[in-house]
């Protein structure tokens, strides 16, 4: 085995994973407007007052975004272990933490970026300021793919299971909690006039732990849904 | 060389089978037999490492398969029931896919050869959905074209849905890896004749 296979193997499943996504394009639009109709249906509810409006914004957009990268999880590995390219997976010569770690950023790429990007657009319907704007986009640039990692165990656990949708909310939302408060909370702390770099720092924090164990822990899960 | 001691399988609190146990040389053919339910594709996905037996090894050189991993997945082709191949990607997609995964020496020249080779040549960048159950069978067995250096295929029922000039063709894909010294370990209900230097039959259930 080449030092460069184990690479080629991580681009291969994600290029076929983009690959599939964009052939399927619809799957990815429902998350976009799962996320779009929660963030609106709040100033709908609550009423034109924009300073409630303002104070209750991050919030909103951190919990719609939490939502719409759950309810994308459950086609992370559904699809592949319906028609058996799951198990030719698991029994490539590669880690296979690897070839989780390609789908996982896979499925970011597709279902998390477009959260972040379109973020700070209903932010504005908020009336948020331009720095809190800018803190929001970067905290979930940072928090998503911690969403994505952590979710991506649940989704292994929960795989060909019966009313597996549910099981996995309860499985993977107590977990979401600490990136919920620190991607809030640095958002709610530049409206408040402080700095957001100790909520940033732990949401990084976050992320890089979540990279490190998440893929092999939902590689292990893996194997057994797979029994 | 391929050895199995004792294996027993036990699916949803239910025994399928105890104490199986076969050594297979490098050219030998085995021929997993029995009812449907007996445990045919239990025993092929444990030899494949995906299914823990209840009990028993199975060893690969000697050596347990559970400790060799990725070197022994090297070695291994595995085609389940399911095709493994994806709905919405082509023919010529999946095959790349799947091989570049193996680390096969793949170019889409050779792999639109191969699946020209199973009669695939018209629809070798059709999305699969559009094919023929048959035809998708035919997308998935092109991947032993490019495994001749594993040196254990494990086959569920590679003959199913094919029609009789697909399933000699395969047949003879098969010889010709036995005829080369590789193992192969398969299910049929077909009555298929496989040339082999070395045969062997297993009969699972009552």
Not at chain 1, 18 to 24: E, F, G, I, W, Y
Not at chain 1, 86 to 110: F, R, S
């Amino acid at each position: 085995m080449s030092a460069s296979a184990p690479l080629a193997a991580f681009a291969c499943v994600l290029r076929r994973d983009l690959l599939l996504a964009l052939r399927r394009r619809s799957d990815v639009a429902t998350t976009l407007f799962f996320f779009v109709i929660v963030v609106t249906l709040f100033p709908l509810g609550v009423g034109p007052e924009m300073s409630l409006l303002r104070t209750m914004a991050p919030g909103v957009l951190w919990v719609a975004a939490l939502l719409a990268s759950m309810l994308a999880l459950g086609r992370l590995f559904a699809g592949d272990y319906a028609d058996g390219t799951l198990e030719q997976l698991v029994l490539a010569p590669h880690p296979l933490g690897l070839l989780v770690g390609a789908k996982i950023a896979a499925h970011w790429l597709v279902t998390g970026l477009p959260l972040v990007l379109l973020a700070p657009l209903l932010g504005l319907a908020f009336d948020m300021r331009a720095e809190a704007l800018g803190t929001l986009t970067l905290s979930l640039l940072l928090g998503t793919p911690t969403l994505g990692l952590i979710g991506a165990i649940g989704a292994a656990l929960t795989l060909g299971l019966r009313g597996a949708g549910l099981l996995l909310s309860l499985l993977v939302l107590p977990l979401y909690i600490p990136v919920l408060i620190f991607g809030a909370g640095a958002v709610e702390a530049v409206a408040g006039g402080l700095g957001p770099g100790a909520h940033l720092s732990v949401l990084g924090a976050l992320l890089v732990l979540a990279l490190f164990f998440a893929p092999w822990a939902a590689a292990l899960a893996l194997r057994i849904s797979l029994e | 060389m391929l050895v199995a001691n004792g294996l027993e399988c036990v699916r949803g609190g239910r025994r399928l089978f105890r104490a199986v146990g076969f050594e297979l040389d490098p050219g030998t053919a085995l021929e997993v037999q029995g009812a449907n339910g007996s445990g045919k594709t239990s025993l092929l996905r444990m030899l494949c490492g995906l299914l823990a037996p209840a009990a028993g090894e199975i060893l690969w050189n000697g050596a347990d398969i559970r400790t060799l991993g990725e070197a022994y997945r090297g070695e291994l082709v595995y085609l389940g029931h399911q095709n493994a191949i994806k709905d919405d990607l082509s023919a010529l997609e999946n095959l790349l896919v799947s091989e570049t995964l193996a680390e096969s020496a793949v170019t889409p020249a050779a792999a639109r050869d191969s699946l020209a080779r199973l009669g695939l040549a018209g629809c070798a960048d059709l999305p699969t959905r559009v094919l023929s159950q048959g035809q998708k069978r035919r997308v998935a067995l092109a991947r032993l074209l490019f495994r001749e250096r594993c040196r254990l295929w494990v086959l569920d029922e590679p003959f199913v849905a094919l029609d009789q000039q697909a399933v000699r063709e395969i047949a003879a894909i098969i010889a010709a890896q036995l005829g080369g010294g590789g193992i192969v370990v398969y299910t049929t209900h077909q009555e298929v004749a496989v040339a082999a230097p070395r045969r062997t039959e297993l009969r699972l259930g009552r």
